[in-house]
């Protein structure tokens, strides 16, 4: 890193991910994190990482993969993190030296699509969770981590697939948009309100989103054309109560980096009598632990070939 540049304090990655993710509240980011290392743990299983090796953990976040790596290779484990947020570039290097172990990780501040600073064939494996949804040009990414890697090496991939949550939001307006003028169903007009606020709802926004234009099947795709071989998916899909219990941490999260929090659309988006009238119907629903999450995650790895 740079280390002459004045960096800003935080971004709209770091504020997410060390925030709004858990409505800064602490039991939730207890919740989340014992959720997030099973994440980790299926990354690193996939990398096949050995003793004297070094990975590339791209859009490396608050060090989840990296960190998590070295704890379990130990001393002999490189790795190298990539971020296009400087702020969270920071907040891992601290965690590294609170850990002691801040000469075994190089920061690199770069793009997924551009790795700039991470030399050819360098690295035996790359790592990356959570990241590709916010590339729009997946292919130079994968394009990238592939050159990065020594012939052999592998690419070990957790991506959130969140188009079913845009077609939610798509049905919701297909259903909103039949409902008579007359009619005095409010509930689903503000549901539709909320959700409209935080994914695409038409086919046009759908295709336009990084975020909600590709499938497990295009991860699987992307792979192949970028000359991966050995290619293995795993798509996961796991619904079950949410986490969220509490109408205040309800309000202060979002689902994405990209996506206002519930309070914000209200504060910004609702009258006050639809607010009351919203909080009345969902608080109890929330409070009731009825919210119910539908998580969608596909698991990729692959491999450069020898030749
Ligand atoms: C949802 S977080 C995931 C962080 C981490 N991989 C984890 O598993 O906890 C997305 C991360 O991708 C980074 N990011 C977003 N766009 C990126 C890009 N174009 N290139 C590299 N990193 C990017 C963000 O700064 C953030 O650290």
Redesign the pocket.
Known sequence: MNSNASPSQSDV?SDW?LHTRHADDPEQERALHAE?EQHADRVLDGARLASGMTLAD?????G??ALRAINRIGPSLRVVM????EP?LRHAEALAVQRDVRDQCTFVQC???ALKGIDDASVDAVT????LA??PDKIAALREFHRILRPGGRISIAEPILRDDAFEASSLKTFVDALPPESDEPFFRLLHRWKVAQFPDTEEKISASPLTNYSERDLVRFALDTGFADIHMEFHIDVRPSAVTSWEVLLGTSPH?WAPSLGVILAEQFTVEERQFFEQVFRAHVEGRQLVTAERTAYLTATKTMR
């Open positions: 990655w991910l997030l791209i859009g490396s976040g608050d989840l993969i990539a971020d296009i947020s969270l793009s997924a699509d990356t969770r959570a990241v916010y590339v980096p």
